[in-house]
Nanobody, 117 residues
């Protein structure tokens, strides 16, 4: 089992930056995919960024060029650096882990990001 704890959310003005952190309760070295998702009321959770165990990253078009995901295996932590934030980035951001071998995924409790115009 993996427990994920997000931090770093908050209120920021449009154009500003935030760095979110997701710390796991155990080593993430062998976890296949670590990812960040976000969700707003009434909408489905959507992918923001993902990073494989080998370091391959993936970003949807809506955030590409503005966000960067990274992982520090020594600290069991995944980061999401978000720049040039827009009001439409306002959401609860969730950390996710998924292991291809066990086919088990885990979610964190989420952290609120609010971007004011």
């Amino acid at each position: 089992q993996v427990q994920l704890v997000e931090s770093g959310g908050g209120l920021v003005q449009a154009g500003g930056s935030l760095r979110l952190s997701c710390t796991a309760s155990r080593s993430i070295f062998s976890i296949s995919i670590m990812a960040w998702y976000r969700q707003t009321p009434g909408k489905q959770r959507e992918l923001v960024a993902s990073i494989s165990a080998g370091g391959t990253t993936n970003y949807p078009a809506s955030v590409k060029g503005r966000v960067t995901i990274s992982r520090d295996n020594a600290k069991n932590t995944v980061y999401l650096q978000m720049n040039s934030l827009k009001p439409e980035d306002t959401a609860v951001y969730y950390c996710n882990s998924y292991d291809w071998n066990s086919r088990i995924g885990y979610w964190g409790q989420g952290t609120q990001v609010t971007v004011s115009s």
